[in-house]
Protein backbone atom coordinates (compact mmCIF):
# COMPACT_ATOMS: atom_id res chain seq x y z
CA UNK A 1 0.00 0.00 0.00
CA UNK A 2 1.28 3.23 -1.04
CA UNK A 3 0.90 6.28 1.27
CA UNK A 4 0.16 9.26 -0.77
CA UNK A 5 2.17 12.47 -0.30
CA UNK A 6 -0.50 14.57 1.75
CA UNK A 7 -0.18 11.95 4.08
CA UNK A 8 3.58 12.14 4.16
CA UNK A 9 3.09 16.09 4.63
CA UNK A 10 0.70 15.43 7.27
CA UNK A 11 3.20 13.16 9.36
CA UNK A 12 6.01 15.71 8.54
CA UNK A 13 4.19 18.62 9.55
CA UNK A 14 3.15 17.11 13.41
CA UNK A 15 6.43 15.48 13.97
CA UNK A 16 7.38 19.88 12.65
CA UNK A 17 4.77 21.06 14.95
CA UNK A 18 5.47 19.06 17.87
CA UNK A 19 9.08 19.87 18.00
CA UNK A 20 8.30 23.47 17.73
CA UNK A 21 5.92 22.95 20.34
CA UNK A 22 8.23 22.01 22.81
CA UNK A 23 10.87 24.53 21.60
CA UNK A 24 8.45 27.31 21.97
CA UNK A 25 6.84 25.81 25.75
CA UNK A 26 10.81 25.51 26.48
CA UNK A 27 12.06 28.93 25.53
CA UNK A 28 8.55 30.28 27.50
CA UNK A 29 9.03 28.25 30.88
CA UNK A 30 12.66 29.29 30.49
CA UNK A 31 11.82 32.69 29.91
CA UNK A 32 8.81 32.91 32.66
CA UNK A 33 10.20 30.89 35.52
CA UNK A 34 13.46 30.85 35.36
CA UNK A 35 14.32 34.64 34.17
CA UNK A 36 11.22 35.97 35.44
CA UNK A 37 10.15 37.87 32.20
CA UNK A 38 7.00 38.98 32.21
CA UNK A 39 4.30 36.80 30.50
CA UNK A 40 4.06 38.76 27.59
CA UNK A 41 7.24 39.12 26.73
CA UNK A 42 8.60 35.31 27.19
CA UNK A 43 5.39 34.20 24.80
CA UNK A 44 6.55 36.51 21.78
CA UNK A 45 10.13 35.46 22.31
CA UNK A 46 9.16 31.98 22.41
CA UNK A 47 6.72 32.05 19.32
CA UNK A 48 9.96 33.85 17.29
CA UNK A 49 12.29 30.92 18.28
CA UNK A 50 9.17 28.41 16.71
CA UNK A 51 8.91 30.66 13.56
CA UNK A 52 12.22 30.17 12.77
CA UNK A 53 12.53 26.53 13.21
CA UNK A 54 9.39 26.35 11.38
CA UNK A 55 10.06 27.57 8.70
CA UNK A 56 13.45 25.87 7.85
CA UNK A 57 11.77 22.58 8.83
CA UNK A 58 7.95 23.23 6.93
CA UNK A 59 9.97 24.39 4.04
CA UNK A 60 12.74 22.41 3.16
CA UNK A 61 11.48 18.87 4.76
CA UNK A 62 8.04 18.85 5.35
CA UNK A 63 6.87 20.35 1.80
CA UNK A 64 9.90 20.31 -0.02
CA UNK A 65 9.19 23.70 -1.75
CA UNK A 66 11.31 25.14 -4.49
CA UNK A 67 9.49 28.23 -4.89
CA UNK A 68 11.42 31.23 -3.50
CA UNK A 69 12.36 31.77 -0.23
CA UNK A 70 11.17 35.58 0.38
CA UNK A 71 7.88 34.42 -1.64
CA UNK A 72 7.24 31.88 0.62
CA UNK A 73 8.39 33.35 3.95
CA UNK A 74 6.41 36.42 3.26
CA UNK A 75 3.08 33.56 3.15
CA UNK A 76 4.40 32.29 6.26
CA UNK A 77 4.70 34.82 8.12
CA UNK A 78 1.56 36.41 7.13
CA UNK A 79 0.29 33.11 8.15
CA UNK A 80 2.08 33.14 11.28
CA UNK A 81 0.53 36.75 12.32
CA UNK A 82 -3.03 35.69 11.87
CA UNK A 83 -2.74 32.35 13.83
CA UNK A 84 -0.65 34.42 16.52
CA UNK A 85 -3.12 37.24 16.98
CA UNK A 86 -5.98 34.51 17.79
CA UNK A 87 -2.97 32.69 20.00
CA UNK A 88 -2.28 36.12 21.81
CA UNK A 89 -6.33 36.76 21.93
CA UNK A 90 -7.05 33.90 23.47
CA UNK A 91 -3.59 34.40 26.28
CA UNK A 92 -5.00 37.48 27.19
CA UNK A 93 -8.73 36.46 28.03
CA UNK A 94 -7.06 33.46 30.27
CA UNK A 95 -4.67 35.84 32.18
CA UNK A 96 -7.42 38.06 32.70
CA UNK A 97 -10.47 36.56 32.84
CA UNK A 98 -9.66 33.61 34.29
CA UNK A 99 -7.44 31.96 37.84
CA UNK A 100 -5.46 29.55 35.40
CA UNK A 101 -1.91 29.41 36.04
CA UNK A 102 0.34 31.59 33.40
CA UNK A 103 2.26 29.01 31.96
CA UNK A 104 -0.73 26.85 31.82
CA UNK A 105 -2.17 29.12 29.96
CA UNK A 106 0.32 29.85 27.73
CA UNK A 107 -0.05 25.82 26.98
CA UNK A 108 -3.61 26.32 26.02
CA UNK A 109 -2.72 29.20 23.59
CA UNK A 110 -0.40 26.83 22.00
CA UNK A 111 -2.85 24.65 21.19
CA UNK A 112 -5.06 27.40 19.52
CA UNK A 113 -2.40 28.84 17.63
CA UNK A 114 -0.84 25.47 16.34
CA UNK A 115 -4.72 24.18 14.89
CA UNK A 116 -5.29 27.50 12.78
CA UNK A 117 -1.42 27.71 12.09
CA UNK A 118 -1.83 24.38 10.03
CA UNK A 119 -5.03 24.87 8.39
CA UNK A 120 -3.47 28.24 7.18
CA UNK A 121 0.12 26.77 6.01
CA UNK A 122 -1.62 23.70 4.36
CA UNK A 123 -4.11 25.83 2.38
CA UNK A 124 -1.98 28.96 1.53
CA UNK A 125 1.68 29.33 2.39
CA UNK A 126 2.92 25.30 1.20
CA UNK A 127 0.52 24.47 -1.28
CA UNK A 128 1.97 21.52 -3.15
Known sequence: MKISKSVIQFIKFGIVGVSNTLLTALTIWILL??????PYFSNIVGYIVGLVNSFI????????SKTKVTDTFFKFILTFGVSYLFQLGNLYILLHYTSIDSYVSQLLSIVVYTG???VLNK?????T
Request: proline letters at 0%; one cysteine or more.
Open 123 to 127: IYTFK
Open 33 to 38: KVLNCS
Open 116 to 118: INF
Open 57 to 64: WNRKWTFD
